[in-house]
């Protein structure tokens, strides 16, 4: 783990190092979230609302094209429904869930996106956009709600049952509108699906994949 994130930040510094220019922003997201598993016996329950703030930076490597990374409060999650019984570990205690239990996991992330943006050429007062990459989440907190025929517990936490780091791909696209010369209200959509397991299930009768996945609204202003 200590790899991938030292790797990460060596990426984003070779990256800056030759940038011709920089331009910065702020950022906030409403989302929708989901989880989904690759077990037959895991489902997908529904989505859950979230949102994410943060800062973005971008470094121009050409007049219309740049990297684009930034640092992020993801608050995420999703719910996961487990045909047979499972044993949930929430705060050192070990629970016993009957089948059909129903986990609504609430996490917490600090996102690192590393993004690869383009941009059209200013169109009057309006530039458009897409980008494409990778996002980072580290872990900073993770609780859930559990409904299960013998067990209720409302917002316990769960840090054993949720990996510390995860990744997805990311795709969007919008358009920033330029009200001066250098600042402009950026609005967009942003697609995110993971590829590397969020939980950490304690019981080992699930071996599943789940992946984060997530549809956020990005509004923000550039500088």
Known sequence: MKKYILILFLSIFTIS?????????????????????????????????????????DFFFAERYSFSTGVFINNTGGKLKYND??????????????????????????????????????????????QFGVTNHLRVGASADVNSSNTELNGSGCKDEVAF?????????????????????????????????????????????ATLRNIALKIGILF
């Open 17 to 57: 190092t030759f940038a011709q220019g920089v331009r910065m922003g702020l950022s906030a997201s409403p989302q929708l979230s989901w989880l989904k598993s690759n077990n037959g016996e895991v489902k997908s329950d529904g989505v859950r609302m979230g949102f994410n703030f943060g800062m973005n930076t």
């Open 165 to 209: 780091y995860t990744m997805s791909y990311d795709i969007g696209g919008g358009f920033n509108y330029y009200f001066s010369k250098n600042t402009a209200v950026t609005v967009g959509i942003l697609y995110s699906n993971g590829f590397i397991d969020v939980t950490n299930n304690t019981d080992s009768n699930y071996s599943d994949n």
């Open 85 to 130: 019984s499972l044993i949930f570990n929430s705060n050192g205690k070990i629970y016993n869930l009957a089948p059909e239990a129903v986990i609504t996991y609430k996490i917490q992330y600090i996102d690192i996106p590393m993004d690869f943006r383009m941009e059209s050429n200013q169109i009057g007062y309006f530039v458009f956009y897409a």
